[in-house]
């Protein structure tokens, strides 16, 4: 299974599907790969990248976190770097380069964790009164109630 991405945050948990060959998120700058596993995946837009180097910031192009499993590798132009354990990142800069697998701290994972969940939904009448913008960047699956 192979997923292109342009930009985003990514929870992946493999399954079956995973066991034997890699699951492929496929970028521009880099592709990251999961085999037997779960890991997180950022994929900055070009605009946040910019962004991050005006306010003398740097952004990775890529970041890939193994939660769990046998392995995550990642791979640009340049070099090919693999993790086999758990509570490692690897970050591939613009240049292509991929630093060493390193262990983020406990801000890393707060972080992009707080980024993935969105307050949990109770009610019908609360799904119901959300407006179009509101539920775009939410993509919950599932029953949507229906508008009149």
């Known amino acids: 299974?192979?997923?292109?991405?342009s930009k985003g945050l990514f929870r992946f948990v493999g399954g079956r599907i995973s066991k034997s060959t890699a699951v492929l998120?496929?970028?521009?700058?880099?592709?990251i790969g999961i085999r037997?596993?779960?890991?997180?995946m950022q994929f900055p837009g070009s605009g946040q990248v910019d962004q991050a180097r005006d306010e003398g910031r740097q952004?990775?192009?890529?970041?890939a976190t193994m939660l769990y499993g046998d392995e995550v590798f990642m791979q640009t132009q340049r070099q090919r770097?693999?993790?086999?354990?758990?509570g490692?990142?690897?970050?591939?800069a613009l240049d292509g380069t991929i630093n060493?697998?390193?262990?983020?701290d406990r801000a890393h994972f707060h972080r992009i964790l707080s980024l993935l969940e969105e307050p949990q939904l109770r009610s019908e009448a609360q799904l119901a009164a959300l407006t179009p913008e509101q539920i775009g960047p939410i993509?919950?699956?599932g029953r949507w109630p229906s508008r009149q």
């Open 36 to 40: 037997g596993g779960v890991a997180l």
């Open 88 to 92: 490692f990142a690897l970050n591939a």
């Open 25 to 31: 998120f496929k970028s521009k700058a880099a592709t």
């Open 139 to 141: 993509g919950t699956c």
């Open 100 to 104: 060493e697998p390193h262990r983020p």
């Open 59 to 63: 952004l990775p192009t890529v970041q």
């Open 81 to 86: 770097r693999a993790i086999t354990r758990a």
């Open 1 to 5: 299974m192979a997923v292109f991405v």
